[in-house]
Each structure stands twice: as C-alpha cells, then as structure tokens.
T-cell receptor, first 113, second 115 residues
Framework: LAKTTQPISMDSYEGQEVNITCSHN???????ITWYQQFPSQGPRFIIQ???TKVTNEVASLFIPADRKSSTLSLPRVSLSDTAVYYC??????????????FGRGTQLTVWP | SQTIHQWPATLVQPVGSPLSLECTVE??????LYWYRQAAGRGLQLLFY??????ISSEVPQNLSASRPQDRQFILSSKKLLLSDSGFYLC??????????????FGDGTRLSIL
C-alpha cells in the first residue's frame, strides 16, 4: 500500500491560492489519488479524486504529473473557513487493497485574515 | 441522497465497562463499511471494514470487535474498555465499484473518553 508524504503545516492569507503537494513514490498502477478535508471534531470530507493529469471541481483542482509519483491540491482564493487538515491518500478498489486507505497526519492549513 | 449516522456524538465510560457504537447508512445498498479511530492530533487508523452482512475484516489486533447484522448497520463493540481505547471513532461507507477507487464518506464521529 502506497504511503504518502505531505508537509505538516502551511499558512496562507485570505484570497490567496494554496497548493499542497503530496509525494507517493510507490503508487501502484491501479491506485487513485484522493484528497480529504477535516475540521476539528468532524469526519473527513471528500474533496477531489484523480488518476492522472488534471481534475477540477467546484472547490479544488488536482494536478498529477505523468509519473504519478506526486500530486498537488490547489485551492483557489482561500478563505478563513478553509482552515482545516488536508489528507492525501492513494489506494485502489478491489482485491487486497479494498478499504485499506492509509490516512497519514495530513497537512494543517491555517488561513489568516 | 445518501446519509450516514453515528451515535452517540460523545461518550464517557469507565475503564472495564462495555461499549457499543452504532453506525447506519441510508440511501444506498450493499455499501462497504469502515470503522476508524483517530487519536488526538493524529491521522486516522483503520480498525475494521466490511464488504457485506456478517463479513468483517480486522486491520489491527485490539480490544474491539465489529459486527454487521444488517446491510446498512455497522456496530463497534468492546466487552471491557481500556484507557487506550479513548479517541475519536469514525464510521464511513463507500460504494463497491468494479473499477477505480470510490471515495469514502464519513459520519460525524463519536468522541469516546475513558475514565
């Protein structure tokens, strides 16, 4: 199961774009990359998922280079409410990898006014 | 739409007492179900997962057990709680898919304190 490496913490100001990079050197061919957001005393919330290149939804973009050994979550124009812990996970569905998503310690993003 | 419910939200139990945490999912059938524990300031640790009624897989040996008596019900139990069982317990579900990785959707968690 591929493990991930993220910065422990990041700081930003309101209105700025934030990019959080995750390393996953041992990612397997059938692994997807998924990002979650967690606020204190709440369960993680799914943000975005991708396999390769770029994925964009209404809240974020996910950039994945061709070798897939890293990924970058991009949050445009952050606000104070984006202060949270962000987790990067890699995993696949089916077979022995079912359910075994590894949540690391995540990245604590703090947005300042 | 699908929803997941966990209860209670907070629980304070003495050492040695039993435990039962319940999780139910609505709006979907045959979900994969998961129990996680999160220690303060740490990431999530997968405890159990289930792909169907009566099918439970354990990730780590521990003082806890899980059961799935119905398709959309997942229960976390203990016969005798230890101090080390304190933490934030999260239930999650995902759709079983043949291709790709389906994201997991989490409940609001139970804060368990052992005294």
């Amino acid at each position: 199961l591929a493990k991930t490496t993220q910065p422990i913490s990041m700081d930003s100001y309101e209105g700025q774009e934030v990019n959080i990079t995750c390393s996953h050197n041992n990612i397997a061919t059938n692994d997807y990359i998924t990002w979650y957001q967690q606020f204190p005393s709440q369960g993680p919330r799914f943000i975005i998922q991708g396999y390769k290149t770029k994925v964009t939804n209404e809240v974020a973009s996910l950039f994945i280079p061709a070798d897939r050994k890293s990924s970058t979550l991009s949050l445009p124009r952050v606000s104070l409410s984006d202060t949270a812990v962000y987790y990067c996970l890699v995993g696949g569905q089916g077979g022995s990898t079912l359910g075994r998503l590894y949540f690391g310690r995540g990245t604590q993003l703090t947005v300042w006014p | 739409s699908q929803t997941i419910h966990q209860w209670p939200a907070t629980l304070v139990q003495p050492v040695g007492s039993p435990l039962s945490l319940e999780c139910t999912v609505e709006g979907t059938s045959n979900p994969n179900l998961y129990w996680y524990r999160q220690a303060a300031g740490r990431g999530l640790q997968l405890l159990f997962y289930s792909v169907g009624i009566g099918q439970i897989s354990s990730e780590v040996p521990q003082n806890l057990s899980a059961s799935r008596p119905q398709d959309r019900q997942f229960i976390l139990s203990s016969k005798k709680l230890l101090l080390s069982d304190s933490g934030f317990y999260l239930c999650a579900w995902s759709v079983l898919a043949g291709v790709g990785n389906q994201p997991q959707h989490f409940g609001d968690g139970t804060r368990l304190s052992i005294l």
